[in-house]
């Protein structure tokens, strides 16, 4: 909490991030995609080395939107890596979506790690002629003063990702708190997201970081979008190499009347309710 000179409770803040973690898979280049491509099916020690790094990164934030983070499969030693990332953080909550699986080799998904304790956790199941991509929304709170964080992964074809932004918004408009949290795979200059922020009236904090790659980043396509009752502060893109994205950053400022519920139980995951893209 935060108190002003006169000992009131001022706005709670909280530290965001938001990170496609590539299945704890380091990427330092374009080559790599094809000479260490065996690393997205098979199981090698690197990858725990760099699941460690990356978890001791999100140690210090007070929520984090996973994205490619693997459900437990061939590549993962069948570790649920969300689960694995919030044990050795030290985050007290963690839900996962799991979205796209190939067999037992691959099982990639959104996962949410967070010192808060939500009232209640939707997973999503995004529209798209190649299914696999998904949102989970977590609430904190009750009715219309309640904090909404949608963590989203959206696909590569515009075409695809216009279908999954119109249903999002269908089912996001009402929220008054919001944060959208993501690999979005476009800038909010494309029509479908500027129309999408339109619509929903969020802010773009995170709008001119570019995340991707790496190695060399170029494109700003990771996003952290917050409707006008929260306020961002010190976006920033943080320079690490754990995978072919770079995580974003973002100090939130809640509404003045809401204060979040630290989570007190012990490491739990809430099995989201599935939806799927009919509604």
């Not at 725990?48 to 939107?65: F, G, K, P, R």
């Not at 991509?133 to 695809?160: P, Q």
Request: hydrophobic fraction near 35%; proline fraction near 5%; include cysteine.
């Amino acid at each position: 909490m935060h108190y002003s000179q006169q000992g009131e409770i001022g706005p709670q803040k909280l530290k965001l991030l938001s990170f496609n973690i590539q299945a704890g898979t380091s990427t330092a280049s374009y080559q790599d995609y094809v000479k260490h491509s065996w690393r997205q099916i098979l199981p090698h020690t690197g990858r725990t080395e760099n699941l460690d790094s990356i978890a001791q990164l999100v140690a210090s934030y007070d929520m984090v939107a996973l994205q490619e983070v693997d459900s437990g499969s061939l590549r993962s030693g069948f570790i649920n890596q969300s689960r694995y990332l919030a044990t050795q953080a030290g985050m007290p909550f963690w839900c996962h979506q799991s979205n796209r699986k190939v067999g037992t080799v691959a099982y990639a998904g959104n996962g949410f790690l967070s010192r808060f304790e939500p009232d209640t956790v939707e997973e999503y199941r995004l529209p798209g002629v190649i299914p696999g991509r998904g949102s989970l929304v977590v609430r904190f709170g009750k009715g219309e003063d309640a904090l909404v964080v949608a963590v989203v992964h959206l696909a590569l074809g515009k075409r695809a990702r216009k279908q999954q932004l119109n249903f999002l918004s269908g089912h996001l408009e009402t929220f008054r708190n919001l944060v959208v949290m993501g690999d979005l795979n476009t800038q909010v200059s494309s029509k479908e997201l500027a129309d999408f922020c339109s619509r929903l009236e969020l802010s773009t904090p995170t709008s001119e970081l570019a995340s991707y790659p790496s190695w060399q980043p170029q494109r700003a396509i990771d996003h952290i979008l917050l409707s006008p009752s929260v306020l961002g502060h010190q976006a920033k893109v943080v320079d690490v190499s754990f995978s072919d994205h770079c995580p974003v950053e973002l100090e939130l400022e809640l509404p003045a009347n809401m204060q979040l519920r630290p989570a007190t139980r012990p490491l739990v995951s809430i099995e989201a309710p599935s939806r799927n893209s009919s509604g």
